[in-house]
């Protein structure tokens, strides 16, 4: 996809593997930490931290990649949760 383009360049630059950091924020509702949750292999750890009025929570967390684009594709099925911001 084109959106991915600068993101693709900028990610085949790193060696891999490589330990990425990925931060998401979603609204703190329904299934959502648990949607952000299911785009990671289940040893991943994730750090977990509602906001000050709790309305949203930040989801991080490191995880070993081996490529540009298994990151994308992590990043592509993050978008497809509602109300989630990449950072």
Known sequence: ???Y????LQLEAL???HVYFFKFIVPNKNDN???VSALYDTTTELKIKKSANGKF??????????SA???????????????LIAL
Request: glycine share 2%; proline share 3%; aromatic share 6%.
């Open 1 to 3: 996809m084109k959106e």
């Open 15 to 17: 060696e891999y593997p």
């Open 5 to 8: 383009e600068s993101l693709k």
């Open 33 to 35: 930490v648990a949607k």
């Open 57 to 66: 929570v930040s989801v991080s967390n490191k995880q070993v990649m081996l």
């Open 69 to 83: 684009v298994d990151i994308i594709e992590i990043y592509k099925k993050a978008s497809e949760i509602e109300g």
